[in-house]
């Protein structure tokens, strides 16, 4: 019934949760020290019928803190060079109050290390309840902090007077299922927590432009130099916000959404860029999932020195990057806009688990961007440059190649080999396998589903079994032994033509003695095909064979066995085989061995033969000249 | 100095046979390199459809593959371009004192001469690689150091400031440096000095501002830049997907390295003017 309503409609009939925790946060940017500092006061409500005895925090800034906290040894190398060359962008949040339903409870704090066991770690922290929380029982927590912000690195911090105040403020962990579910800062994972309403006061110098999560209440100037914003979000489950004088305000309107770009001045000419995007993609998502759902939008393009605080989803607000100079064809500031737009949806609404299953939000957001990215520009939608078109299965295939062989999809981002690993896995290889699912069963048929999901889980946190019982109520289909092979195995799905063979069928030749007439048939031929499956996910897989006359014949292996054969007889003659010839299984690791020529071409190599040879003749005779 | 630039046109047109015959050293090395990428590309695609659809289709999914699934082969292909530059940096000593030898009015066969000027032409080419090398280190850490210091600079482009100027810089001072090599290799071949006295006279001789020695060497590498923008401006309109402009590509590429070899032998003769 509700999916015969318009999108419209059906948006509107879905209520926002019920808020878990209510936050109200005044802060004070100090823009000199690099600090904020804030007042918290947190109303929680135990959702379980069980009494709970402990509240976990994040301290997530605490991972700046020093080079063993688990985010930095989960960076490596790359801490250590940043921070050699940064040597004063050290970051951290410091506790000078905190108080459970008023009574002070800050020597009952511990750092709690459930990941890795980390000593050095302190972006966790266990508060004690000497009373219990009772079932459905309710909580207020009042905490006052200073945060120092980390020059920044990752995703958070300062590079002045740039400001991305992100994971700053003491945060409750999520709640799920009658327990905590509470992580350490690592470097593959990302967020999450429990839907909150949030009433902020930003206090920043009078002349700062500030973006944030949510929808100013009131500005007001506080005659010192200061102004204080007042900000409510509602339905939202982090708040961050940005601050920079430099800023430009665009304001524009897609659809009923105001939007707000703020911009670095030496971007202005990329402003087009960044919007023309977020139409394409908040039109798709309108048309195939449903409309944005939050009341605006802000667009931060991260200031000098801040690239790392680009490409980051939080509610409402996204952060973006671009350079001046990058060519039209190159269409990094597209991407990453549709691609954090992607994900107010696929972590924002669908408030999935980022930290345990991050390719719930990272690779169906990826999958549903290469869909947008493909369909607003075309052949080339990703880069398309000096002759050369990049789409979204080669920028995925590409990626996925690099490091996706080691970590089944369904592994926590903390779980796996590294960030190679995460990336590969957890974005492209999980959009590879939901381009072959849509191989399976249709593109649109998939979409539907995925957007039969959204709607259903709307302003809830579903976990895997949800997004997959929901996929196979919706399409009608049974993806799950195909699910089970691509989210929980590390196999590859790699199909190959292993032989184009041709013979001459001789003509009829009985025991000697028993000559029959010459005969006037015409010569038949016998082609033999061979296709072999060479990784150990198996799909049912197209074939087709051309032959030298023009005529093809397609068919549909299983793809159950480790070969199959096409034998035909006739008086044509197999001049190729593809396999998979529409591309349906982009999760298939080498395209290359995917068709064969029963006399390999030529031309195709002296294409690229031919002209390297040319690039080197010149590059020597350059050389010579120096 | 434009009566030096023309002249030297003159001597080098009238002297296309060498310059055939030195174009055809470097279509060699060339067509070697083209072999041995058929061969690998030959291997790698495996009687594929890429193998025809190439030509019409450059494919970045063939090119990811490629990368992805037969990397040893093309890292193969980056050493074999790497010995060539070796050998052919070496055969250079010679060929530099061929048409050195070709441009000075002494009896004999160029060739022959040209021989006997090896070991000053590869001691001038040590010397010279060596100077190349401490100017590009330079230009290198100043601008790294710049890039340093204004790490934490709010304001806008900063890299591109430092990178830009310091790019600009590299590439004069590395056209000054050919100059210097040029008349170092012009000096050791017709006065048979010794390389390190060829090259310090030459320092002196182009830095002294000697009968434009500078500018005369810019106003070759202009000629020689704007002979490359009319080959690339004339190559963009040869459609590659089809064989005949396949080959038309290819055969135009070649007309425009001999060209370019005959522009060598003209920045020769021309800078010889100004010895005389």
Known sequence: MLLALPHGARAAALAAPTPAVDYRIEATLDPEARTVTGRLHAHWRNPSRAPVDSLYVHLYLNAFDNNRTTLMLGLRDEAERWFQRHPDGWGRIDLAALRVDGRDVLDQLEFVRPDDGNPDDRTLARIGLSKPVPALGELDLDVDFIATLPRVFLRTGHAAPFFCVAQWFPKLAAFRDGGWRAHQFHATSEFSADFGSYDVALTVPADYVVGYTGEARTTRDNGNGTKTIEVHADAVHDFVWVADPRFVVIDDRIGDTPVRLLIQPHHRVQAVRYLQALRAAMTRYRDWIEPYPYPVLTLVDPGPGAFAAGGMEYPMLITLGTSRWLPAGIRLPEVVTVHEFGHQYWYGVVATDEVEEPWLDEGVNSYVEGLIMDAAYGPGSYVDWLGLQVDSVAAQRWSYLQGGQWDAIATPSFRMLDRQSYASTAYAKTALALGTVAGQIGAERLLAGLGDYARTWRFRHPIERDFRTSLVESTGRDLEPLLEQLLHGTDVLDYAVERVDVHPVPPYAPAAGNALPPSNEPTRYRSEIVIARRGDVRVPVDVLVAYEDGGETRETWNGEDRWYRIDATSTRQAAYAVVDPDHKLPLDVNWLNNSRLREPGTRGIWRLAGRWGLWVQAMLLAISGL | ?276
């Open chain 2, 1 to 276: 100095m434009l009566r030096a630039y023309l002249r030297g046109a003159r001597l080098a047109a009238a002297r296309w046979p060498l310059v055939t015959a030195l174009w055809l050293f470097g279509l060699a090395f060339g067509l070697a390199f083209a072999l041995a990428s058929a061969t690998w590309l030959s291997d790698a695609l495996d009687g594929s459809l890429a193998t025809k659809t190439l030509l019409r289709h450059l494919d970045v999914e063939v090119l990811i593959d490629l990368w992805m699934h037969h990397q040893e082969g093309l890292r193969m292909l980056l050493v074999l371009a790497a010995v060539f530059a070796v050998a052919h940096t070496a055969l250079w000593w010679w060929l530099d004192g061929v048409i050195i030898a070709a441009i000075a009015p002494s009896p004999g066969s160029p060739w022959r001469r040209g021989t006997a000027l090896v070991p000053a032409m590869a001691g001038l080419f040590a010397i010279a690689i060596v100077v190349w090398l401490a100017w590009t280190a330079s230009v290198v850490a100043a601008a790294w150091s710049l890039l340093r210091l204004t790490r934490e600079s709010p304001a806008p482009h900063v890299w591109e400031h430092i990178a830009v100027p310091a790019l600009a810089l590299w590439l004069l001072g590395t056209a000054w440096l050919i100059a210097v090599h040029d008349h170092a290799r012009l000096r050791a071949g017709l006065t048979r000095t010794d390389p390190l006295s060829a090259y310090r006279w030459a320092l002196g001789f182009v830095a002294g501002g000697g009968e434009n020695a500078f500018a005369l060497a810019l106003l070759l590498q202009a000629s020689g830049l704007a002979l490359w923008s009319v080959y690339q401006i004339i190559g963009f309109s040869v459609p590659l997907t089809e064989l005949i402009g396949l080959n038309a590509s290819l055969i135009w590429g070649q007309l425009f390295l001999w060209l370019r070899t005959g522009v060598r032998l003209w920045s020769m003769a021309a800078q010889r003017q100004l010895h005389s």
